[in-house]
């Protein structure tokens, strides 16, 4: 029995999981099939999800402003 689902996923990374699965033999049913039969498999996600924490929300915050503190690549061999 199959149903039928619908889901809301951004339209850019839906396209290009579309062309890696087309390059791999799946199309987009086959790889969610796979992806709800490893959710239960696993008996959750089928990865390891962490959320960064606050320190390093606000490290890739400045990253992205390039602000806060730089050390060279010889400062960080140290």
Same mark, same amino acid.
Request: hydrophobic share 35%; glycine share 4%; proline share 3%.
């Given at each position: #029995?199959?149903?039928?689902? =619908?889901?809301?996923?951004?339209? $850019?990374? !839906?396209?290009? *999981? ?19 039969? #490893?959710?239960?498999?696993? =008996?959750?996600?089928?990865?390891? $999800?962490? !959320?960064?924490? *606050? ?24």
């Amino acid at each position: #029995m199959e149903t039928e689902a =619908k889901i809301k996923v951004d339209q $850019y990374n !839906y396209q290009q *999981a579309k062309k890696i699965l087309q390059h791999i033999g799946l199309d987009y049913s086959q790889a969610i099939n796979l992806f709800n039969e #490893m959710i239960i498999f696993q =008996k959750g996600l089928p990865f390891e $999800y962490k !959320y960064p924490n *606050a320190e390093t929300l606000k490290a890739m915050e400045e990253a992205k402003n390039m602000d806060g503190d730089f050390i060279s690549i010889d400062e960080l061999s140290k």
